[in-house]
């Protein structure tokens, strides 16, 4: 299991094979084929703040990979009403992903430090899903075989 706070994380062929994923797979999903790889897994949506495309484009394509999401606001307490660790090991229970928006990188540090299951982020600096997304778009736009991710 890993966790997903910073393209760093990636190393260039990882960062590019999910690129790569990520164009096969749209264009599937346009010519109609359904690859379903999330039947059975649940994303929770934890944001602090309120973002339209960030979260319709996380419903929209877990939705369309066989997936589930669970949406969760900055109301549900998080790391206020129970410890960090606590809320972690509660949420980690029940889902399978858990994507961040959130105000602190710290803040998402923080739930990674106890949750079991992989945390991607998207906080307020840099969000590493968009990140690769706009990568995956110029990609595509500009036909560069090889796209250097650094």
Not at 61 to 74: A, E, M, R
Not at 82 to 90: C, G, H, L, N, Y
């Amino acid at each position: 299991m890993r966790h997903f706070l910073s393209l760093a994380d990636l190393s260039a062929e990882e960062a590019r094979e999910i690129l790569q994923l990520a164009i096969d797979g749209k264009r599937q999903y346009q010519q109609g084929e359904q690859s379903r790889p999330m039947v059975g897994r649940t994303l929770a949506l934890l944001f602090q703040k309120p973002s339209l495309r960030t979260r319709v484009s996380f419903e929209a394509g877990v939705n369309q990979l066989g997936g589930n999401t669970v949406f969760l606001s900055d109301d549900v307490g998080w790391g206020k009403r129970e410890s960090m660790k606590d809320f972690s090991a509660v949420l980690s229970a029940y889902v399978d992903i858990i994507a961040c928006r959130a105000r602190a990188h710290q803040d998402v540090i923080a739930l990674a430090e106890h949750a079991p299951c992989p945390v991607d982020r998207k906080s307020v600096v840099s969000g590493t899903s968009v990140d690769l997304g706009g990568r995956r778009t110029i990609k595509k736009k500009k036909n560069i075989p090889r796209l250097c991710v650094s």
